[in-house]
């Protein structure tokens, strides 16, 4: 039985049709073109139901309805690690991420989020495992490009077993695109996942981006893939990362961001977070090339201020080296003491020897 529920208005018919119904099917006008129609079971004897709403579209082979996604409370863990395909990482993370993951990889634009996703991507499909890159800002074609530019041959990462795929956040609500993940995961077997740009979703609620993040992170432990999600983040002082409300969902955090040092823009990394492992604390300065992608140079060790965006050279630096002027004057001055006192009493005893001698003479 179809009924109409005036706008505006929450009865069924005359009352009695709730009662009478075995099951009863609610639908409504979502709010945005991405979410056009919301469905709701709100009765089903002798069902077991969710009575969430769940984003409804009408296609061209009829009406979809998009499941919620049921989170596993005991997803599998690991304490194997993994190449990361980052020159210089590795080694400062006791060997890798650990398996069955999710890292957040933060930063402003341009930093280098998209290009570090990739090569942990390509570093698995040179091991021969299967990768899915999922772009969230950049067409399939963007992504091929970047690759040659890295100096990969993206025909012969193609048939070893990255996939790329390309979604509109814009044009698509969380439930379809989680849907539309899990098809992919389903068909491919990924052992590792990137989502470059979830932040295109910003426009979603705490709430709502809690939850999509949520998904994704359980959706992958649960199929044993260690994922990488990235986010944009515009720069500010201090560890502002914060803002979306996500950042207890990731087992592992990398900041990365621009700093200024001798007048010359520089790029430089921070392993904010790795659990269960033991890993570099410094401020890890790295560069990208044609030949070798991103790759770690060096610890900042010798500056300060790197969160303000301005580095400067430490000022326990400049301390210490004034202390050693300082110790070295002290030696000095203690040495030119001992020299003037010897020449005094050199002089003295020659002006007694010659006071002996006249007196003999006498």
Same mark, same amino acid.
């Given at each position: ?25 609610? #639908?409504e006008?979502g ?11 709100i009765k089903?004897?002798s069902?077991n %139901?969710l ?19 049921v989170? &596993? ?22 060997? =890798? ?6 890292t ?8 280098? @989020? ?15 495992e %299967?990768? #899915? ?12 490009? #970047? ?7 993206? &025909? ?31 068909r491919v ?33 649960? &199929?044993?893939i260690?994922?990488?999600?990235t986010?944009?983040q ?5 560890? $502002?990362?914060?803002?979306? /409300? ?16 001798? /007048?010359?823009? *520089?790029?430089?990394?921070l392993?904010? *977070? ?14 990208i090339?044609?030949k070798? /992608? ?10 300060? =201020?790197?969160?303000?965006?301005? $580095?400067? *050279? ?5 301390? &210490? ?15 030119? @003491? ?13 002006? @007694?020897?010659?006071k ?7």
């Amino acid at each position: 039985m179809i009924v109409e529920i005036p706008f505006g208005t929450k009865n069924i018919g005359k009352g009695i049709e709730e009662f009478v119904a075995d099951g009863i099917i609610e #639908l409504e006008h979502g709010y945005s073109d991405h979410i056009p129609i919301l469905l709701r079971v709100i009765k089903m004897r002798s069902t077991n %139901i969710l009575r969430q709403q769940h984003v409804c579209l009408i296609k061209e082979k009829g009406m979809i309805v998009y499941p919620k996604v049921v989170l &596993n409370k005991n997803p599998p863990v690991s304490t194997h690690r993994i190449k990361t395909g980052i020159i210089g990482l590795d080694e400062r993370t006791d060997g =890798g991420i650990i398996k069955n993951t999710t890292t957040a990889l933060v930063g402003p634009t341009g930093s280098g @989020k998209t290009t570090f996703g990739f090569q942990f991507i390509s570093e698995g499909v040179l091991r021969g495992e %299967i990768g #899915l890159f999922c772009s969230l800002e950049e067409s399939p074609d963007q992504i091929k490009i #970047l690759a040659q530019s890295l100096g990969f041959d993206f &025909n012969k990462l193609e048939k070893m077993g990255i996939h790329i795929l390309s979604c509109i956040p814009q044009n698509q609500s969380t439930d379809e695109f989680i849907s539309y993940l899990i098809s992919h995961i389903e068909r491919v077997k990924p052992s590792r996942l990137v989502i470059d740009g979830l932040s295109g979703f910003k426009f979603l609620s705490n709430n709502e981006m809690y939850f999509l993040t949520k998904s994704i992170s359980n959706l992958s432990q649960s &199929n044993e893939i260690t994922s990488i999600i990235t986010i944009l983040q515009s720069q500010q002082s201090g560890l $502002a990362i914060g803002s979306l /409300g996500i950042s207890s969902i990731f087992q592992n955090i990398i900041l990365m961001r621009y700093v200024e040092i001798k /007048g010359q823009l *520089k790029r430089s990394l921070l392993i904010l *977070k790795m659990r269960a492992t033991k890993h570099d604390l410094s401020f890890l300065e790295f560069s990208i090339s044609s030949k070798e /992608g991103i790759k770690i140079i060096a610890p900042l060790k010798t500056y300060t =201020g790197i969160l303000s965006g301005t $580095a400067q *050279k430490t000022y326990q630096r400049y301390l &210490n080296r004034e202390q050693k002027i300082k110790v070295t004057e002290s030696k000095d001055r203690e040495n030119r @003491k001992t020299k003037l006192y010897s020449d005094l009493k050199k002089i003295s005893n020659k002006e @007694k020897h010659n006071k002996n001698n006249s007196r003999k003479r006498i």
